[in-house]
């Protein structure tokens, strides 16, 4: 029935209020954003919660790259892979074709481990072309997205080689793995490897026993840069610490290496800074954190390759 006052002739109803506009939806703030950890729990990295002003270098562009999804769906970037694997299948089958690319590429080896996804986040802040050796290339894609292309695979396998050393300018090797082991690096313009040679040929007792396969694989990666005529940076750091980088400055005296400490954020600053210092032969220097700060990287590379040829 309706209403009363639709009977009365020269009555009309009054028109109901619109219902009022639905609240926006709440957006992630880039404090959660930053809680959340980088992989999964078998290699994860977790942001530490700090405040904006004592945020390391780390924490400040894991912000950055947490947004990346968000950023896919904006611009129209490919998703990702899906979750039954198929295109993973596909891109695994070596390709017949031999495709030229210009070497414009900086490949990271070992890249899922914590300081490989530092060097990672470095050359992300660089604006390098990046492609990275992982282990797990879905926690790497859902990390660092369309920023990183993922190889996974074995590299005893020549075609996989070929295929990963593609449009590769640069290389950097932040383990002590032997990843250059009987490999062709024809092309490459520079190599980056982060050694900590110093430090197991400085341990003994026990720890030099327990270290012995580990100093077998340094000894070997820097013979192998060393004997293959393309200039090289090898960085011998202290031993490594899960520690904040930045907050300390350097000691780069002889012997440092293998008595101190380094901090992996520090370290991985270091691999990226040397990437545009092209030595001629090569450039082996020690490194600890200490007292020594460094505020021009390249000015302080200039010196050190022009002493070293001298």
């Not at 939806?25 to 880039?30: D, E, H």
């Not at 590299?155 to 990963?164: H, L, N, V």
């Not at 020594?292 to 070293?308: C, P, Y």
Request: include cysteine; glycine fraction near 8%.
């Amino acid at each position: 029935m309706p209403p009363p006052t639709a009977l009365l002739p020269g009555r009309s109803a009054a028109p109901r209020p619109p219902p009022p506009p639905p609240p926006p939806p709440q957006l992630a703030s880039a404090a959660r954003l930053s809680r959340r950890p980088l992989f999964n729990a078998a290699t994860a990295v977790v942001v530490r919660s700090r405040s904006k002003d004592e945020a390391s270098f780390t924490d400040r562009i894991l912000d950055y790259i947490e947004g990346g999804p968000k950023l896919r769906r904006w611009y129209g970037a490919p998703d990702l892979l899906p979750k039954d694997g198929s295109a993973e299948d596909e891109e695994d089958e070596p390709s017949e074709i031999d495709i030229e690319e210009p070497r414009d590429a900086v490949l990271v080896t070992n890249g899922d481990s914590e300081i490989g996804q530092m060097v990672i986040l470095s050359l992300i802040l660089k604006r390098a072309r990046i492609k990275a050796l992982v282990k797990d290339r879905r926690s790497t894609e859902e990390a660092f997205g369309t920023y990183v292309e993922c190889m996974v695979g074995n590299m005893e396998d020549k075609s996989f080689t070929k295929k990963a050393l593609r449009g590769v300018r640069a290389i950097i090797c932040p383990a002590d793995d032997g990843f250059f082991s009987d490999l062709d690096l024809k092309g490459v313009q520079h190599i980056v490897l982060l050694s900590q040679l110093s430090v197991y040929r400085g341990s003994g007792g026990l720890q030099a026993i327990m270290n012995s396969k580990l100093r077998k694989l340094a000894e070997r990666d820097e013979e192998v840069v060393l004997a293959s005529g393309i200039p090289s940076t090898i960085i011998r750091t202290g031993s490594m610490q899960s520690t904040p980088g930045g907050d300390r400055g350097f000691d780069f005296t002889e012997g440092a290496a293998a008595k101190g400490r380094m901090s992996k954020e520090d370290a991985a600053t270091i691999c990226v800074e040397a990437l545009d210092s092209i030595p001629q032969t090569t450039l082996i220097f020690e490194v600890a954190n200490g007292d020594e700060k460094v505020t021009d990287w390249k000015a302080w590379f200039a010196e050190r390759t022009k002493t070293a040829t001298s």
